[in-house]
C-alpha cells in the first residue's frame, strides 16, 4: 500500500492525535473517540452533534467550532460511530438547550443515533434528530434503505449551526436543518476508485478509460458505468439528473465536491462547467463553495449539490463561522 500511515489498526487514532495538535481550539478524545469545540457547553446555546465513519475529512470533525457543530463523533473508516461515543458527546455539549443529531442516512448511523437519542434522554438531555437524505443516485444502496446522505450534509450543518450559534431554540433548529435537507440534491461521479486501509486494494474495479456515474460516499459503486466524459458532459448529466428530482424556485448554493483525489485545477474547471449548465437551465446561484469536503479517501472525482434558499438560510450560510475546514466571517 501506498499510504501515508503506520499501520491500519491506528489510522484513525494517529489522525485524531494530529487533529489536536493542529487545533487547540477543540478537545479530543483520542481514546473515547469524541470531538468537542473546546467552549462547550455554551450557556443557552442547542448544541449540534454528528458523526459517522471516517475517510471522509474534513466530515465530521473538521466542521467542528463555533457557527457549525459543537461535537462530532468519528467512527472507524466508513464504520458508524457507537452510541455511547454519541451520548458522550452530548452530555460534553449540553447546556441544557437540547442537542440536534445531524444524522447521514445509512444504516449503522441510523440505528446507532436512534439508540444514543433514548440513552440520551435517559438521563435528561432533549435530543432532536434530522435525516440527510439528498443523493438523487439511487433509491437504496449497500448501506442503506433510501437515498444516501452526501453532500448536503455540509449544509445542514452550516446553516442549523449558525441558527443554533444565534441562540435560536431547538424547535427552530431542527426546522431549519429539516427544511435544508428537503431543498437539497446531490449527484456524485468517480473517476477511480478508493482504497481503505484494511483492504489495501480499491473497493471496486473500474478500468481504464471509463467513469462511474452515481457514486456514494464509501467507495460503493454507482448506477451506471460509461466511457470517459469530458468536463462539461460530466456537468451537464450530473445538473440534469438532479434537475429531473426538483424544480428551484428560489436561488441555490452550489457545493462542487471533491471526492478525495481530484486537485482543485480539475474541480474549478468543473465548477465553471456546472454553473454554465445552471445558467442554461435558468437556476440563479447565490454561493458557490468548491473543494474537498465530503470525502471518499483517496477516490477520483467529485459530487454536486444544490440546496434552494430564501433570504433567512443565505443569511445563516452567510453568518461567521470557525472550524478547521470551514471559516469566514470571524
Not at 483520542?30 to 469545540?37: A, G, K, P, S, Y
Not at 445552471?278 to 446561484?285: D, F, I
Request: a negative charge; one cysteine or more; hydrophobic letters at 45%.
Amino acid at each position: 500500500m501506498r499510504m501515508l500511515i503506520n499501520v491500519p489498526e491506528t489510522v484513525v487514532a494517529d489522525a485524531l492525535r494530529g487533529l489536536a495538535a493542529a487545533h487547540p481550539e477543540l478537545t479530543v478524545d483520542v481514546d473515547r473517540r469524541v470531538i468537542v469545540r473546546r467552549d462547550a457547553p455554551v450557556a443557552g446555546k442547542a448544541a449540534l452533534v454528528s458523526g459517522g465513519g471516517s475517510g471522509h475529512e474534513p466530515l465530521h470533525g473538521g466542521f467542528v467550532g463555533p457557527g457549525m457543530l459543537s461535537a462530532a463523533c468519528p467512527g472507524e473508516v466508513f464504520t458508524s460511530p457507537v452510541p455511547d461515543q454519541m451520548v458522550r458527546a452530548a452530555a460534553a455539549v449540553d447546556s441544557g438547550a437540547g442537542v440536534l443529531f445531524v444524522v447521514k442516512n445509512y444504516t449503522g448511523d441510523v440505528l446507532n443515533f436512534d439508540m444514543a437519542a433514548e440513552l440520551a434522554e435517559d438521563e435528561g438531555i432533549q435530543v432532536a434528530k434530522v435525516l440527510v437524505d439528498d443523493d438523487v443516485a439511487v433509491t437504496d444502496s449497500l448501506y442503506t434503505a433510501g437515498r444516501r446522505g452526501t453532500g448536503a450534509t455540509l449544509f445542514v450543518e452550516k446553516i442549523a449551526g449558525a441558527a443554533a450559534e444565534e441562540g435560536q431554540p431547538l424547535e427552530r433548529v431542527e426546522s431549519v436543518a429539516r427544511q435544508v435537507n428537503a431543498g437539497s440534491r446531490s449527484f456524485g461521479v468517480a473517476l477511480g476508485a478508493c482504497t481503505t486501509p484494511a483492504k489495501g486494494s480499491p473497493t471496486f474495479d473500474l478500468p481504464p478509460g471509463e467513469l462511474e456515474l452515481g457514486i456514494g460516499i464509501h467507495g460503493e459503486p454507482g448506477r451506471e458505468r460509461r466511457p470517459m466524459m469530458t468536463s462539461a458532459e460530466i456537468a451537464d448529466f450530473s445538473v440534469h439528473t438532479i434537475l429531473e428530482d426538483m424544480s428551484p424556485r428560489n436561488p441555490v448554493l452550489l457545493l462542487v465536491n471533491g471526492m478525495g483525489a481530484t486537485p482543485l485545477l480539475e474541480l474549478y474547471g468543473f465548477s465553471a462547467e456546472v454553473q454554465r449548465v445552471l445558467t442554461e437551465r435558468g437556476v440563479a446561484v447565490a454561493r458557490v463553495l468548491v473543494g474537498n469536503y465530503v470525502t471518499s479517501l483517496d477516490m477520483a472525482g467529485a459530487s454536486v449539490t444544490l440546496c434552494q434558499v430564501d433570504e433567512e438560510l443565505l443569511r445563516l450560510w452567510d453568518a461567521p463561522v470557525r472550524t478547521p475546514a470551514l471559516r469566514w466571517g470571524m
